[in-house]
């Protein structure tokens, strides 16, 4: 039996989570993280980490915030990103506190916790070298008919509440050692919070729709007599994944403790194979720097540039949908917005951030009020709220690295999330340059600017994609923003072109901060009924995967050093340095 280290570490928010570490004998450079399954805690991992009997990997598990040791309400989070969250910091955690490569790290996890690193796989795109998915519960049985709307419908009533989970010892496995030890646990949490079983299942469809985001090699073990989880979303998960290397096994009798059966040497076993060969094969990363020619993303951008048949379902909705878009929506400010100068345009996102419902009439507000509050343009503002955070954390870093805080904004539309951030950090140093292709724009963020009194920041008109222009901008920059600009072109030679003019007129160890839209739940309705700045033309968006994203960067010789997402998985804002000398 390997003997665990109690420990705890700092979460992202400061929390102090606990953890159990199986150090191995001699120092290595190999781990193995263990996610344990909703209501449990990383005790309940001691078998495995004996059974799985690699001696030269260190292996290590949390307690889930509101779990086991660590604080927090049982069975609660904020919400379903704040766990994701906890998992990226605690990944990062490891990999530096134990100085193991985050390439040299191999995630295992069951069940909640399968689906919670997939979904911080998906979003985040780590560098991992595998990972283990035992039981994902993509989709938990809920016997209760119409169980999620209802739980959705608690939600707008009691925003923190439970449910007491069902599932007796008995359903989990066949071993009465381990029905007797999980009956007995006292650290076993029964409750789980309702917008956490709803953002359960938010992520399950998300990861569902889109598995082909995920490339790092991935084993799933499967319960074939599993009454709490539904093997229909781990078969189509599993077929989605792009992962160059991927098994499933599915073990027939097993109940939905996969780990904790009477046979569970078996799947133990194939976990113990997989992690082996996957240290032996070289690093199986596939290259995305072509995704706008070929693959998943590219076929569902061109299915949406096709126009549907008016004698179509799908045809007559959304032309429905536009006709009342250009009608009684015109009442609401925000829809005139977006119709005059496009629903992507500088104008229309900062009245999104402004979000105060206008309109023609009481129904005109009410219309603008539900327009605002669409899932997407959540998204935009939480994404302002990343981005002002990124940004502040970096002029703070740059300047305690006696850099010179000179900041770049290549397409800024009227750079409120600039102009919001510098005003609260009048001590630094910091002179800002804000470009944008629209006069408009320009002249509008000039007004904003003056009108909160910044005499710290020039507006001036730019083109975005001229590498010749970028990489002349003088000063030069230490701090580059590109916010909501590459999400809008398909091409990715165009960022390449972009990127490269950055990397050469950027100081070396420089600071990049750019943003990404690797999914979004409404980017079939955005497209068939919602129109560009571009000419009127419909707003038809490319997904980039993060990977793919984060590797034009990377190609561009820049290294990531940390990310923020919402909590809807939408925009991600991230943060990467220029390698010295690249250019």
């Given at each position: 039996?390997?003997t665990?280290?109690?420990?705890?570490?700092?979460?992202?928010?400061?929390?102090?989570?606990?953890?159990?570490?199986?150090?191995?004998?001699?120092?290595?450079?190999?781990?193995?993280?263990?996610?344990?399954?909703?209501?449990e805690h990383?005790?309940?991992?001691?078998?495995?980490?004996?059974?799985?009997?690699?001696?030269?990997?260190?292996l290590?598990?949390?307690?889930?915030?509101?779990?086991?040791?660590?604080?927090?309400?049982?069975?609660?989070?904020?919400?379903?990103?704040?766990?994701?969250?906890?998992?990226?910091?605690?990944?990062?955690?490891?990999?530096?506190?134990y100085?193991?490569?985050?390439q040299?790290?191999?995630?295992?996890?069951?069940?909640?916790?399968?689906?919670?690193?997939?979904?911080?796989?998906?979003?985040?795109?780590?560098?991992?070298?595998?990972?283990?998915?035992?039981?994902?519960?993509?989709?938990?049985?809920?016997?209760?008919?119409?169980?999620?709307?209802?739980?959705?419908?608690?939600?707008?009533?009691?925003?923190?509440?439970?449910?007491?989970?069902?599932?007796?010892?008995?359903?989990?496995?066949?071993?009465?050692?381990?029905?007797?030890?999980?009956?007995?646990?006292?650290?076993?949490?029964?409750?789980?919070a309702?917008?956490?079983?709803?953002?359960?299942?938010?992520?399950?469809?998300?990861?569902?729709?889109?598995?082909?985001?995920?490339?790092?090699?991935?084993?799933?073990?499967?319960?074939?007599?599993?009454?709490?989880?539904?093997?229909?979303?781990?078969?189509?998960?599993?077929?989605?994944?792009?992962?160059?290397?991927?098994?499933?096994?599915?073990?027939?009798?097993?109940?939905?403790?996969?780990?904790?059966?009477?046979?569970?040497?078996?799947?133990?076993?194939?976990?113990?194979?997989?992690?082996?060969?996957?240290?032996?094969?070289?690093?199986?990363t596939?290259?995305?720097?072509?995704?706008?020619?070929?693959?998943?993303?590219?076929?569902?951008?061109?299915?949406?540039?096709?126009?549907?048949?008016?004698?179509?379902?799908?045809?007559?909705?959304?032309?429905?949908?536009?006709?009342?878009?250009?009608?009684?929506?015109?009442?609401?400010?925000?829809?005139?917005?977006?119709?005059?100068?496009?629903?992507?345009?500088?104008?229309m996102?900062?009245?999104?951030?402004?979000?105060?419902?206008e309109?023609?009439?009481?129904?005109?507000?009410?219309?603008?009020?539900?327009?605002?509050?669409?899932?997407?343009?959540?998204?935009?503002?939480?994404?302002?709220?990343?981005?002002?955070?990124?940004?502040?954390?970096?002029?703070?870093?740059?300047?305690?690295?006696?850099?010179?805080?000179?900041?770049?904004?290549?397409?800024?539309?009227?750079?409120?999330y600039?102009?919001?951030?510098?005003?609260?950090?009048?001590?630094?140093?910091?002179?800002?340059?804000?470009?944008?292709?629209?006069?408009?724009?320009?002249?509008?963020g000039?007004?904003l600017?003056?009108?909160?009194?910044?005499?710290?920041?020039?507006?001036?008109?730019?083109?975005?994609?001229?590498?010749?222009?970028?990489?002349?901008?003088?000063?030069?920059?230490?701090?580059?923003?590109?916010?909501?600009?590459?999400?809008?072109?398909?091409?990715?030679?165009?960022?390449?072109?972009?990127?490269?003019?950055?990397?050469?007129?950027?100081?070396?160890?420089?600071?990049?901060?750019?943003?990404?839209?690797?999914?979004?739940?409404?980017?079939?309705?955005?497209?068939?009924?919602?129109?560009?700045h571009?000419?009127?033309?419909?707003?038809?968006?490319?997904?980039?995967?993060?990977?793919?994203?984060?590797?034009?960067?990377?190609?561009?010789?820049?290294?990531?050093?940390?990310?923020?997402?919402?909590?809807?998985?939408?925009?991600?804002?991230?943060?990467?340095?220029?390698?010295?000398?690249?250019?």
């Open positions: 039996m390997r665990a280290k109690e420990c705890t570490f700092s979460s992202w928010d400061g929390t102090a989570l606990f953890y159990r570490a199986w150090l191995a004998d001699k120092p290595t450079d190999k781990a193995i993280i263990l996610f344990h399954r909703g209501h990383s005790g309940r991992w001691q078998d495995v980490v004996d059974k799985l009997n690699l001696p030269d990997f260190s290590f598990a949390w307690d889930a915030r509101g779990h086991g040791l660590s604080p927090g309400e049982r069975g609660y989070a904020e919400n379903f990103g704040v766990l994701l969250q906890d998992v990226d910091a605690f990944v990062h955690f490891i990999s530096v506190e100085k193991i490569p985050m040299n790290i191999v995630v295992l996890a069951h069940s909640v916790g399968s689906v919670l690193v997939s979904t911080w796989v998906h979003d985040y795109a780590p560098p991992i070298r595998a990972l283990v998915l035992g039981s994902p519960a993509l989709r938990v049985r809920l016997y209760l008919p119409f169980a999620i709307p209802l739980l959705r419908l608690l939600l707008k009533v009691k925003p923190v509440s439970f449910v007491q989970s069902y599932v007796k010892a008995k359903l989990l496995t066949h071993d009465p050692v381990k029905i007797a030890s999980y009956t007995a646990d006292k650290l076993i949490t029964r409750a789980i309702v917008n956490i079983l709803i953002g359960l299942y938010d992520a399950g469809t998300r990861l569902m729709r889109d598995a082909g985001a995920i490339q790092t090699p991935t084993l799933m073990l499967v319960s074939g007599a599993d009454w709490v989880v539904k093997q229909s979303a781990q078969r189509q998960f599993f077929k989605g994944l792009s992962s160059p290397r991927k098994e499933m096994h599915v073990f027939p009798d097993f109940f939905h403790d996969t780990f904790n059966e009477k046979d569970n040497h078996l799947p133990i076993g194939k976990a113990r194979e997989f992690i082996l060969h996957e240290f032996v094969q070289p690093t199986a596939p290259s995305l720097l072509n995704a706008h020619q070929v693959g998943y993303t590219k076929n569902e951008y061109d299915c949406l540039l096709k126009p549907l048949s008016l004698f179509s379902p799908s045809g007559l909705v959304f032309a429905l949908s536009r006709f009342m878009l250009k009608t009684v929506g015109k009442l609401s400010q925000g829809i005139r917005i977006g119709h005059a100068t496009g629903f992507d345009s500088g104008t996102l900062d009245y999104v951030y402004r979000n105060q419902a309109g023609w009439t009481l129904l005109g507000k009410m219309i603008d009020r539900n327009y605002l509050d669409s899932i997407g343009w959540k998204g935009i503002r939480l994404r302002k709220q990343n981005l002002q955070k990124m940004l502040k954390q970096t002029i703070e870093r740059a300047h305690a690295e006696s850099k010179p805080l000179q900041l770049l904004d290549i397409a800024t539309g009227h750079g409120r600039v102009l919001d951030t510098l005003s609260q950090m009048p001590a630094y140093p910091v002179r800002a340059l804000l470009r944008d292709y629209s006069p408009l724009n320009i002249e509008s000039m007004a600017a003056t009108q909160m009194g910044l005499t710290n920041v020039t507006y001036e008109q730019g083109d975005a994609f001229d590498k010749k222009s970028l990489a002349q901008i003088k000063p030069t920059p230490s701090i580059v923003i590109v916010s909501g600009l590459y999400e809008l072109f398909p091409d990715n030679e165009m960022i390449s072109t972009s990127l490269q003019g950055l990397a050469a007129g950027m100081a070396d160890d420089g600071y990049l901060i750019y943003t990404n839209q690797p999914w979004h739940p409404q980017v079939v309705l955005i497209a068939r009924t919602l129109t560009s571009r000419n009127g033309q419909p707003w038809v968006m490319r997904r980039r995967t993060q990977a793919e994203m984060d590797q034009l960067v990377a190609a561009a010789g820049f290294e990531k050093m940390a990310m923020a997402i919402d909590e809807y998985g939408i925009f991600s804002v991230s943060v990467a340095r220029k390698t010295a000398h690249r250019h």
